[in-house]
């Protein structure tokens, strides 16, 4: 295992490049930070953009094919960023689309044929409502009625992807209108959220305990009239913060306040793995392209490598 502190305040999100060479990372100090991951906690960052956003940074994804880098934020704007060196290539522009103006972007997802992005989120003006863009210019192509209380994840899917809101509900969208095509009613808050790539399995948490259902992809032929609980992951003590399947969607990660990443067997429910590096409460983890290593944060600034190959 090895952990750094390179930021100042909660990392918010982690993201890794295409060919996993390379890892994003943002946090409430507002800077976005670029890592070789051969060299992670040794070097300085590739790149860093220092008050990339507003109060601060909340999400950052490379895009599929690693030339650029999402990040969204407090100030309301989805920009992007050249992946070599930060320069930036786009942003949101909601003076000129007012149909793209949210209070924040506190959510966001990339669909995986990279031509579509979704987002939104916040407390304030508008926090049901999402935007669904053009990833390569980011210009607004629907404003989406999605819940009755504020959007906090977007996960993509093969022809759609899955919303989470503290509304108590899962619904599940496509990319090219704004019908719901199935909605997973919770008895809490939806606090991490994560969907196999295949559409077949979701997993939603909102306390210590991850519940996965079985779905019907969006644009299954024959799909099921409502999605079925299939089972849960136990072992967290405190709130889990984030989850997130394997590419091979055979585990699933998770990351809590109460200090620990699990690694959890899906078809069982079974904990194959469990790691306390003692910084504190965790906050974001995520799987390599490979699904060999795990990148997670802290609230503290921490960023850390686990290997699962050993």
């Known amino acids: ?47 860093e953009v220092p008050l990339a956003h507003g109060f601060s940074v909340s999400h950052c994804q490379y895009a599929w094919n690693g030339a650029v880098v999402f990040t969204g934020g407090s100030d309301g704007l989805l920009k992007t960023w050249d992946a070599n060196d930060g320069t930036p290539v786009a942003q949101s522009d909601p003076k ?25 989120g916040g407390m304030m003006w508008s926090p049901t409502e999402f935007v669904v863009a053009r990833a390569d210019d980011l210009t ?13 994840i977007f996960i ?26 199935g909605t997973i009613k919770l008895r809490g808050v939806v606090r991490a959220l994560a969907s196999s790539r295949d559409g077949k399995h979701v997993a939603v948490a909102g306390g210590a305990i991850v519940h996965r ?13 409502e999605s079925v609980k299939a089972g849960a992951f ?22 809590s306040g109460d200090g620990t990443v699990r690694v959890w067997d899906v078809a069982t429910g079974t904990e194959l ?3 306390a590096p003692k910084l504190g409460p965790l906050h ?14 802290s609230q503290k600034g921490h960023i850390g490598l686990l290997d699962l190959d050993d």
């Open 1 to 47: 295992m090895l952990a750094f502190t390179p930021h100042k305040g909660k990392v918010t999100a982690l993201g890794f490049s295409p060919d996993g060479a390379r890892l994003a990372s943002v946090a409430s100090d507002r800077a976005l930070k670029v890592w070789d991951v051969s060299h992670l906690g040794s070097r300085d960052p590739v790149w």
């Open 96 to 120: 000129a689309h007012p149909e793209a103006e949210t209070s924040g972007v506190n959510a966001f997802g990339l669909s995986l044929c990279g031509k579509y992005a979704v987002y939104g």
């Open 140 to 152: 607004p192509i629907r404003r989406v009625p999605g819940h009755l209380g504020a959007v906090g």
């Open 156 to 181: 993509p899917q093969e022809k759609g992807f899955v919303s989470g809101s503290a509304d108590q509900t899962v619904k599940l969208w496509d990319w090219e209108s704004t019908t719901c095509h």
């Open 213 to 225: 259902y079985a779905t019907a992809p969006v644009g299954a032929p024959n799909p099921r009239p």
């Open 234 to 255: 136990r072992g967290h003590t405190r709130r889990i913060e984030c989850i997130e399947f394997s590419p091979d969607g055979t585990r699933l990660a998770s990351a």
């Open 273 to 275: 793995r469990a790691f």
């Open 284 to 297: 974001w983890v995520t799987f390599a392209p490979d699904g060999l290593t795990l990148a997670f944060s």
